[in-house]
């Protein structure tokens, strides 16, 4: 997913989640929790929201 | 169930200030005293309404439609501002704006002990959680404090809480 990722916008939960996605390369278009457990999805989902046209494509 | 909520006008006034400073998303779980806002909030083809299974998620929903580049708010019960502590870390670690509009219970007439734990201490846990806080007990001060409280938040990348006491949400009544 990230090796061919375009515009795909990354959240990821604490711990080993967070920790993998930063060593497969940084992006401005991660957003990395390192705490607040459980939030990865929802925030996922306001970015989604807020991103409508975004995210159909 | 019936209550005293005929006739209200402060959820209006809290929904004009939501178009006012352009929400575009909302994060609620059902509740009496939030229903007529919620009601506004789901007839509105410009705001999302996102209902949810527990408080805390409205909080992840926050930060990413700010990380999205729009406007949030989340409206919860005074017991659902515990089940957020946590989850508040990451308004506080990232300095996102948060708007919560918290309806109490516990307080004015309460007729149900289990609220009054939590509700005894919603506004010093908010304030240990980084919010800023504003109590609203009559229905004159809705119009300004939730202005304000909208202002502070969005202009000021701040955690704002309007508390809505239980006297001004009234009084509620259970029928069989």
């Known amino acids: ?6 515009d795909l916008m990354v959240v990821c939960g604490l711990g080993s989640p967070t920790y993998d996605v930063a060593a497969a390369g940084d992006h401005p278009l991660n957003f990395y929790l390192w705490a607040a457990m459980g939030g990865a999805a929802m925030i996922g989902l306001g970015l989604a929201l ?8 | 169930m019936m209550d005293d909520q005929t006739n209200i006008r402060w959820p209006d006034t809290i929904y004009d200030h939501f178009r006012r400073v352009g929400i575009r998303q909302v994060g609620y779980v059902p509740d ?3 229903s007529r806002l919620i009601e506004l909030v789901c007839k509105d083809p410009d705001i999302a309404d996102v209902v949810l299974t527990t ?8 930060a990413g439609a700010h990380l999205g580049g729009q406007r949030a708010a989340l409206l919860m019960q005074s017991s659902g501002v515990g089940n957020c502590i946590n989850m508040f870390s990451l308004i506080r670690n990232c300095g996102f704006p948060c708007l919560a509009l918290v309806t109490m219970r516990g307080e004015f007439a309460e007729f149900n002990p289990w609220q009054v734990p939590m ?10 959680s980084g919010f800023l806080t504003y109590r ?13 409280g909208c202002d502070m938040a969005f202009d ?10 239980q006297r001004l949400i ?7």
């Open chain 2, 55 to 62: 408080e805390e998620e409205g909080v992840g929903l926050v």
């Open chain 2, 170 to 176: 009234g009084r509620k009544r259970w029928t069989k």
């Open chain 1, 1 to 6: 997913m990230l090796a061919d990722r375009g």
């Open chain 1, 50 to 57: 807020a991103n409508r046209s975004a995210a159909s494509r």
């Open chain 2, 156 to 165: 000021g990348d701040l955690a704002v809480a309007i508390l809505l006491s």
């Open chain 2, 119 to 128: 509700g005894s201490i919603t506004e010093p846990v908010l304030k240990l």
């Open chain 2, 136 to 148: 609203v007990d009559e229905p004159e001060e809705i119009d300004d404090l939730v202005g304000a």
């Open chain 2, 32 to 34: 009496a005293g939030h």
